[in-house]
Nanobody, 125 residues
Framework: QVQLVESGGGLVQAGGSLRLSCAASGRTFSSYAMGWFRQAPGKEREFVAAITSSGSSTDYSDSVKGRFTISRDNAKNTVYLQMNKLKPEDTAVYYC??????????????????WGQGTQVTVSS
């Protein structure tokens, strides 16, 4: 497993942007597929985006497609989530997650074996 630490959350007005970062420890980050999930109060954790270990493939939920971009820098052991045109319904705690079998990406949380502590994103209307 890798240890994951998210940063970059905060308060932003609707229509604004934020970039989340997830820093990983360990030498195996480049072999991990990575995902971002979010959880709003009273709701289940939901898939946001994912990227393969090489960065060659990505996937997005319909609710963020066209507004969010996932990327990674394996030299820096970091995965990013660029969030544009934010909406109040994007308000949630955002978690990054890692999966050791890096060639495949999944939308299901239980497929990921490493998780960060989460970072709060609040979008005001």
């Amino acid at each position: 497993q890798v240890q994951l630490v998210e940063s970059g959350g905060g308060l932003v007005q609707a229509g604004g942007s934020l970039r989340l970062s997830c820093a990983a420890s360990g030498r195996t980050f480049s072999s991990y597929a990575m995902g971002w999930f979010r959880q709003a109060p009273g709701k289940e954790r939901e898939f946001v985006a994912a990227i393969t270990s090489s960065g060659s493939s990505t996937d997005y939920s319909d609710s963020v497609k066209g507004r969010f971009t996932i990327s990674r820098d394996n030299a820096k052991n970091t995965v990013y989530l660029q969030m544009n045109k934010l909406k109040p319904e994007d308000t949630a705690v955002y978690y990054c997650a890692g999966r050791g079998d890096g060639g495949y990406i999944y939308r299901t949380a239980r497929r990921y074996d490493s998780w960060g502590q989460g970072t709060q994103v609040t979008v005001s209307s």
